[in-house]
Structures are given as C-alpha cells and as structure tokens.
C-alpha cells in the first residue's frame, strides 16, 4: 500500500503568514494527489485536485506543487477562516490512502 | 449544485450488520465513480470503498474487505454500502463522495 506521510501534524500559525503543509508519497504517484480542508463538524472540501489545480470555488491564496515525492499546499496569507484540519489523498491505486492531517491553528 | 444525502445509520451491537444509503443529485450520477469514506470521533479521515461509474470495478480498504460491500443503483441515483461483522473499530462518521462533493455524514457506533 502507498503511504502518505503528512507534516506537520500541527501548524500554529498568525494571520497574514505563508505556512506550508507537505505530504510524502511512499512510491510513485504522479500528480494523483488531493487536498481537502475540514472545518469542526463539517464535511471534507476539495481545495487542490492533480497535485497543482485549484478546485472550484477555492481561493487563490491556496495553492499546490509538487518536487519528486513530495507534494505541498501553501496558503499565501492566512486569514483567519483557514484555520482548519487538511488532509492529502492519494488516488494512484487502491487502497487510496490519505495522510495523518494538519491541524492549523491560530499562534 | 452537488448535493449527496446518507442515510441509514444508527446503534448497534457487535457482529450486527448495517446498510446505508447515499443518494446523489446535482450531477451526472451515472458517470461519477463514488467512494465512502470514514472517519472515527477526533481521528483522520479513512478511505474505505471505491465503485467504478458502471459498477464495474469495486475496491476497499483492507480493514473492511470481505465485510463491507459498495454497490450502487444508477437508475436510482444511490449508492450503498452494506456492513456485516460490525466491530467497535468500525464506529465513525460515514461519508460518501464523488471528490469534489462530498455529503454530510451519517454516524455509525458500534457498542455492545
């Protein structure tokens, strides 16, 4: 099975910052790779979808890259409604697997 | 808009079985390969079934292979998924997506 490992597990972070969230995929999964934002008490939302796109509706301080194995999402400037859990999925091959997930909180 | 609605969750014992029930509107059902997804109190989510938009390829998770069964009737706009050999690990808010739209969550506990 492909593993996703995320980092970090927590983020603390201050309004306007650049933060970063990195997933490592154990073999190869070309651009298969997601990223969803999940609020307290409310259902995943797609933000990044093929690594690098924006999903509809997903602000464009949000982005997504790749380098090798490791994949990243970057909010350019955080306000404060990004405070929220995200988890990375890969989508490759079954099983698909999804990382640990990052909690971003407010510093 | 995407909308999916599951339905079908509850209490129950161990070794109990469960259906659920997610029915799709907003999109194009028939075409979309559709997963459930899960996610146990204050823990990560957990892919656990995914069926191809034919219902031609199925796969799990190994924690639920030969347990759980994904199925779907497009002509009903609905996908399924049956449990058999509930176990306390299996407890968890159950999701259906078709990644972008995901619905709200039904609750599954399994306790004794």
């Known amino acids: 099975d492909i593993q996703m490992t995320q980092s970090p597990s927590s983020l603390p972070a201050s309004l306007g910052d650049r933060v970063t969230i990195t997933c490592r995929a154990s073999q190869d999964i070309g651009n298969y790779l997601r990223w969803f934002q999940q609020k307290p008490g409310k259902s995943p939302r797609l933000m990044i979808y093929?690594?690098?796109n924006l999903a509809a509706g997903v602000p464009s301080r949000f982005s997504g890259s790749r380098s090798g194995s490791d994949y990243s999402l970057t909010i350019s400037s955080l306000e404060s409604e990004d405070m929220a859990d995200y988890y990375c999925?890969?989508?490759?091959?079954?099983?698909?697997?999804f990382g640990a997930g990052t909690k971003l909180e407010l510093k | 808009e995407v909308q999916l609605v599951e339905s079908g969750g509850g209490l129950v014992k161990p070794g109990s079985s469960l259906k659920l029930s997610c029915v799709a509107s907003g999109f194009t059902f028939s075409s979309y390969g559709m997963h459930w997804i899960r996610q146990a109190p204050k823990k990560g989510l957990e892919w656990i079934a995914l069926i191809y938009y034919d219902s031609s390829n199925k796969y799990y998770a190994d924690s639920v292979k030969g347990r759980f069964t994904i199925s779907r009737d497009n002509s009903k706009n609905t996908l399924y998924l049956e449990m058999n050999s509930l176990r306390s690990e299996d407890t968890a808010m159950y999701y259906c997506?078709?990644?972008?739209?995901w619905g709200q969550g039904v609750m599954v506990t399994v306790s004794s």
């Open positions: 093929g690594a690098t």
């Open positions: 999925l890969q989508s490759k091959e079954s099983p698909f697997t």
């Open positions: 997506a078709n990644m972008p739209g």
